[in-house]
């Protein structure tokens, strides 16, 4: 009921009535198997199809010759090759089809003949056979009598081309293909999965305490955001309003981390993704290090902010990443975006979860495909943010900058014996790890959670 026979039949009578040169010459072979015998609209299409027929034969006829051969059953394997095999055109004409095996075994049985495919572009094989067949709408009664005319009139060079196309593709995208390549990828994302959902094992604390009595130089390398801050849960949507965007630092903190910045012996390091107005609004008063928007910017307590960012930095890529932004803002509730100076963050952090989910998927697609195409960015993706941002700014550099800045003002004779990282950074740890091991080598340990 799907695959157009009436619409086949009705072409093929206007191709004759078009092409009376043609009427003697060429027959088309129907092969109705029956399927749905028992369903009333099926009998009624297959008696619609047997008057089609008879009318055309008895129109067309002659006493040599008749123009279709209708056959209500099915051929068995080797007699429906041996016809694929000597047929000169395939006519297939679905109106609506998953993928169409025909369409692949005429492909595969014509490797002599080279016949031609007429393809209905509303069958799935239309999508990897269809540059080398003749695309039809099989409503469009006239393109697909024109198609069965080209067909029959196309040169031997264009029809030896056409199929070679599709003969090449139905050879090489098997079944035994297609296994090993689904087994291969399912492999391959089995170890993704396992990477992505590794976790960090739990800090040892008593051995980390002691451990950090017995070192001299230690270096804390601590994120802002989910590590120092309030959960998102505690101070995400309240009443149906976002309480604060804002994120600030936890209350029980302020006093731990006033008492390790005061130690001489204790290097913090501050590492986030926020804006320098942000860390400037929750450490002003610590003896710290900042390391803002990813590293782009570096401060060490009140002094002035440096710069990390490369010479002729390109930025003509933040409009159009902009308007995206604001485009999945909008259908996004709860959501909100940041602009900084060399990056743009999206956050859908006090979104519905899983809707945010797939609008930053849909996001990413846009993104890719559009602004960002040719441009020199990195996009980082966060538990529940997007951020686009200028090659090169990593939080890896940011520490071996920091570190180099450390060593040069103190005046660091001893290594750095004691290094602890906590934060949701700690997916890229191997980023930063090669500048903490170099300044480490020498030390009794190095600590890392």
């Given amino acids: 009921m799907i695959k157009g026979i009436p619409q086949k039949i009705l072409a093929f009578e206007e191709f004759l009535e078009e092409n009376p040169e043609w009427r003697d010459k060429v027959v088309l072979l129907q092969i109705a198997v029956p399927t749905r015998t028992d369903v009333p609209e099926y009998q009624k299409l297959s008696s619609q199809v047997h008057e089609i027929v008879g009318r055309i034969n008895g129109r067309f006829g002659t ?50 003949k080279k016949g031609v495919l007429i393809l209905s572009e509303f069958a799935g094989a239309a999508q990897s056979l269809g540059a080398g067949a003749l695309l039809v709408n099989p409503w469009n009664i006239a393109e697909v009598a024109a198609s069965i005319s080209q067909a029959l009139n196309m040169p031997a060079d264009e029809r030896e081309k056409m199929h070679q196309h599709n003969f090449m593709h139905v050879t090489t995208h098997t079944s035994q293909e297609w296994a090993a390549t689904f087994v291969s990828e399912l492999n391959d994302t089995i170890i993704e999965a ?167 998927k849909d996001m990413l697609q846009h993104l890719w495909t559009g602004p960002i195409s040719n441009a020199a960015v990195d996009v980082v993706q966060g538990d529940r943010s997007v951020e686009v941002r200028s090659v090169g700014v990593t939080k890896g550099a940011a520490i071996d900058r920091i570190l180099g800045e450390i060593v040069h003002n103190k005046g660091m004779k001893s290594p750095i014996d004691y290094v602890l990282c906590a934060g949701h950074f700690l997916s890229k740890v191997c980023s930063i790890s090669s500048p903490i091991v170099r300044l480490s080598r020498d030390s009794k340990g190095l600590d890392c959670a």
Wanted: glycine share 6%; hydrophobic share 40%; with cysteine.
């Fill in 63 to 112: 006493l040599t010759a008749v123009p279709i051969h209708h056959l209500d059953r099915s051929l068995d394997f080797h007699a429906l090759c041996a016809l694929y095999a000597v047929t000169d055109v395939a006519l297939i004409t679905s109106l609506r089809d998953g993928m169409n095996l025909v369409s692949y075994e005429f492909v595969a049985c014509q490797a002599s």
């Fill in 194 to 360: 396992q990477l992505r959902t590794r976790q960090v094992p739990f800090l040892p604390v008593k051995v980390a305490v002691e451990r950090y009595l017995q070192s001299n130089n230690r270096l804390l390398v601590l994120g802002f955001n989910s590590t120092l801050t309030e959960p998102a849960s505690t101070q995400g949507v309240r009443g149906g309003h976002i309480r604060e965007l804002q994120s600030r630092l936890h209350l029980e903190i302020k006093e731990t981390l006033k008492k390790l910045c005061d130690d001489q012996r204790t290097n913090i390091v501050i590492l986030s993704g926020s804006d320098r107005a942000v860390l400037d609004d929750n450490f002003r008063e610590y003896n710290l290090w900042l390391a803002a928007e990813n590293g782009m910017f570096l401060r060490h307590g009140t002094g002035e902010w440096m710069t990390t960012m490369p010479e002729n930095l390109n930025m003509d890529w933040v409009d159009s990443v902009k308007h995206v932004f604001e485009y999945f803002t909008e259908r996004t509730p709860g959501s909100h975006f940041e602009l900084r100076e060399t990056s743009l963050v999206w956050n859908y952090k006090y979104a519905e979860s899983h809707f945010g989910k797939l609008q930053s």
